[in-house]
């Protein structure tokens, strides 16, 4: 059986790997590197079903700050699938990357955007194990500084060095407000073990008002990075400008590792009343903005990105309403539907570009990659008999059993724009005629991951039975 650190200390070597090859083994195919980041995390992903029961009821040292429960090995899975995919990714993106960043090699930096996802990786696993306010914030700034380098990686690009200095200084905004709440906290209670803390807040001696006050403060912090309104400005400059594989993995791997910090410490601060309030507020807000925002969009990945803070607020009603099972079958629900939409739009976008309209009758030109943007775009939307039909459904139906009724009304009045938006997709690829009649090539591991991700959301949509089995274990 294997220690459940292990796997951290694994992914975290194969990263300095695949760096040092880069630095070092300069004449190697640089794609090669991609390859082994894939064989090597399919390899952690297997050995996550092979971890050593979790022991240990020692209250200090590492056991303090780490766990091993069954929602961490659920997203050190989750962060591993995702990791698997954005490279696949990466390997489909690497002509655009070599146009942009231009440097005069053949395969510049190729191995440095090949490590920095795995990196970022290990960061998402530890957020997943952190149970402690100190290594939350060790592991959340293990990821945003991997994902500062990739969001400017093309760096002789404007668009993207603009990106990249919008996400670095809000960020650090975001970072500030997070490590000034954890001293709040810890000021309030003298702890930072979230067990601990729990039973501070229920102390009828703690000072409530202060306690808010760090609580509002994290709250503040982790809206940056799930992209919840009014902390939501940087996500459609962000997306756009950063290179595609780098968006779909920030808007899923951010967004989940938001979600699970989120998870962890909903239990101390829903023990405040006013915290909850404040979620609902929150809630209403993101999902009313991003789908309202994403309405006028032209651009595919403008789209994505504004949808993105839609799916936010739809996950946050989750939140509000105390339901960890159905905010996590959405995750996994977005994880398929976004890593499908954006593998499509690196392949397609490579021939024609980033708009809408270039789009313009796909099912003529590659039927199977016009499919497969349908089966994305219809998920997204929450068409039945897909994943993003019962993702919304479980949402929906835990604000019922709450009587959250603004939350349910808003929610579904906003779907019915999401629907709209979405289906311009389908309406391009289906009905406009084609501006090209060339075929887009598609290589076989991208055809193999697309196909794979397609199977995943309709048999999701059809029988959910295997995640809600999962996430009751």
């Keep these: 059986m294997i220690p459940s650190p292990n796997l951290e200390i694994a992914v975290i070597?194969?990263?300095?790997?695949?760096?040092?090859?880069?630095?070092?083994?300069?004449?190697i195919d640089k794609?090669?590197?991609a390859f082994a980041g894939i064989v090597g995390l399919t390899i952690v992903l297997i050995a996550t079903f092979f971890l050593a029961p979790n022991t240990p009821e020692q209250a200090s040292g590492f056991w303090s700050f780490y766990t091993a429960d069954p929602l961490s090995i659920f997203f050190k899975r989750f962060a591993l699938v995702t990791t698997i995919l954005v490279l696949i990714m990466m390997i489909d993106y690497a002509p655009v990357l070599r146009s942009l960043r231009g440097a005069g090699t053949a395969q510049p930096a190729l191995g440095e955007f090949f490590a920095l996802p795995i990196l970022t990786c290990a960061g998402l696993m530890f957020i997943a194990s952190a149970i402690d306010f100190v290594m939350i914030f060790v592991s959340i700034e293990l990821v945003t500084v991997s994902f500062y380098v990739l969001v400017s990686f093309t760096k002789k690009n404007p668009t993207t060095l603009e990106a990249g200095v919008k996400y670095l200084i809000l960020s650090a905004v975001a970072t500030a407000f997070l490590v000034y709440g954890i001293a709040w906290i810890f000021g309030v209670t003298g702890e930072t073990n979230l067990q601990r803390v729990t039973s501070a807040f229920v102390n009828a001696n703690t000072d409530e008002n202060a306690a808010v006050f760090g609580a509002v403060l994290i709250l503040v912090a982790l809206g940056f990075k799930i992209a919840a309104a009014p902390f939501q400005i940087w996500v459609p400059d962000v997306y756009q400008g950063a290179p595609t594989p780098v968006t779909a993995f920030l808007s899923v791997g951010s967004k989940a590792a938001g979600f699970v910090v989120l998870l962890r410490v909903l239990r101390p601060f829903m023990m405040l009343p006013r915290v909850g309030r404040l979620i609902v507020l929150i809630a209403l807000l993101t999902v009313i903005y991003g789908n309202l925002a994403a309405l006028p969009q032209n651009n595919l990945k403008r789209l994505l990105g504004?949808?993105?803070i839609a799916h936010t607020g739809y996950l946050l009603i989750?939140?509000?309403?105390?339901?960890?099972?159905?905010?996590?079958?959405?995750?996994?629900?977005y994880l398929l539907m976004t890593l499908l939409s954006f593998g499509i739009l690196i392949i397609v976008a490579q021939q024609t570009g980033e708009q809408i309209s270039n789009f313009d009758g796909l099912a003529k030109r590659s039927p199977f990659l016009a499919f497969a943007m349908l089966i994305a775009m219809i998920s997204l939307a929450g068409v039945p008999f897909t994943a993003g039909f019962f993702g919304k459904f479980f949402i929906f139906a835990a604000a019922v059993a709450r009587h959250e009724t603004a939350l349910v009304v808003v929610g579904i009045i906003t779907v019915a724009c999401g629907f709209y938006y979405y289906l311009k997709v389908v309406r391009s690829m289906y009905w406009q005629p084609a501006i090209k009649l060339d075929r887009i090539p598609v290589s076989g591991l991208s055809r193999v991951a697309i196909s794979a991700l397609i199977v995943a959301i309709v048999w999701l949509g059809i029988y959910p039975q295997p995640i809600l089995n999962a996430l009751n274990r």
């Design 318 to 333: 989750g939140v509000a309403c105390l339901a960890g099972q159905a905010i996590t079958f959405y995750l996994v629900a």
């Design 13 to 27: 070597v194969l990263g300095v790997i695949v760096l040092m090859l880069e630095a070092f083994a300069a004449k």
């Design 306 to 308: 504004y949808s993105s």
């Design 31 to 33: 794609h090669i590197l």
